[in-house]
C-alpha cells in the first residue's frame, strides 16, 4: 500500500472528473466549515491548475516510508545532538513500538494519519481532527517549519529555509542511488515541496 502526496486536487479533478470535481467541491466546502467551526480563518481551494509542480522525484511510496521521517522527529526531539543512523523496517518497527506518541500531540509531522488527511495553508497550532470525516487536518505551514529544522539532520543544505534547484537535484540522486537514508529523504522532499507549494498557492496538501 502507498500513499500519495499531492496538491492542487480541485484543479485536477475539474480538468479530468466531473464527479470527482463536486465531490472535492463539498470535500473543501466542509474543510472550510472545520476551520470556521475551530475560531480559523478560512481560505480558497482554487480550481485552476497552479504556475509550479513539484520538484520531487517520488510523490507516492509506501507508507512505511512516512515513518522512516516520523522517526528522525522524535530521536531530533527527544535529544537535538543526535547523530542518525541508518536502520531497516524491522529496526523501525521495534522503535516505533516504544514512542509515547502523547508528546507528540501537537506536532503535524508525527499526530497525522498516514494513509489519508489535508494539511491547509492556514496557519493554526494543533493538528485538527474532523470526526464527521474520521480524518485529520494539518497546518502547511506548521508542517513546513517542522520539515526546515528537520533538514540539517539529514543533510539538506537550505538558503534561508528555501531549497535551491542544485540542491534539490543532489538530493535525487541519493534517491535514485538508494543511499543512506534514501526513504526519509524521499519523503522529506515530497512534503516539503507540497508544502511549498500549498504555502504559495493556498491549496491544500492531500494525502491519498
Request: glycine share 0%; charged share 25%.
Given at each position: 500500500m502507498s500513499l500519495y502526496i499531492g496538491v492542487n486536487k480541485l484543479a485536477e479533478m475539474k480538468q479530468l472528473d466531473e464527479e470527482g470535481f463536486a465531490?472535492?467541491?463539498q470535500v473543501f466546502s466542509h474543510l472550510n466549515q472545520v476551520l470556521k467551526d475551530k475560531g480559523l480563518p478560512p481560505y480558497r481551494e482554487p480550481d485552476e491548475p497552479i504556475a509550479e509542480k513539484s520538484r520531487a522525484p517520488l510523490k507516492s511510496f509506501p507508507y512505511l516510508w512516512l515513518h522512516y521521517l516520523r522517526w528522525v522527529?522524535?530521536?531530533?526531539?527527544?535529544n537535538p545532538q543526535t547523530r542518525l543512523t541508518p536502520i531497516n523496517d524491522d529496526e523501525l518497527r521495534a522503535n516505533l513500538q516504544d514512542v509515547d506518541y502523547?508528546?507528540?500531540m501537537d506536532d503535524p509531522l508525527i499526530n497525522h494519519a498516514d494513509n489519508e488527511g489535508y494539511y491547509l495553508p492556514v496557519d493554526f497550532d494543533e493538528v485538527?481532527?474532523?470526526?464527521a470525516q474520521n480524518q485529520d487536518i494539518g497546518s502547511s505551514q506548521q508542517l513546513m517549519a517542522v520539515l526546515q529544522d528537520i533538514a540539517s539532520y539529514l543533510g539538506i543544505q537550505l538558503v534561508d529555509g528555501q531549497l535551491s534547484d542544485p540542491e534539490m537535484t543532489r538530493l535525487s540522486?541519493?534517491?535514485d542511488s538508494q543511499q543512506d537514508f534514501y526513504?526519509?529523504?524521499a519523503v522529506w522532499v515530497a512534503l516539503f515541496e507540497a508544502s511549498r507549494l500549498s504555502i504559495k498557492y493556498q491549496t491544500a496538501?492531500?494525502?491519498?
Open positions: 465531490h472535492y467541491q522527529e522524535v530521536q531530533i526531539s527527544h502523547v508528546d507528540f485538527l481532527y474532523d470526526k540522486q541519493i534517491i526513504r526519509e529523504i496538501i492531500v494525502f491519498d
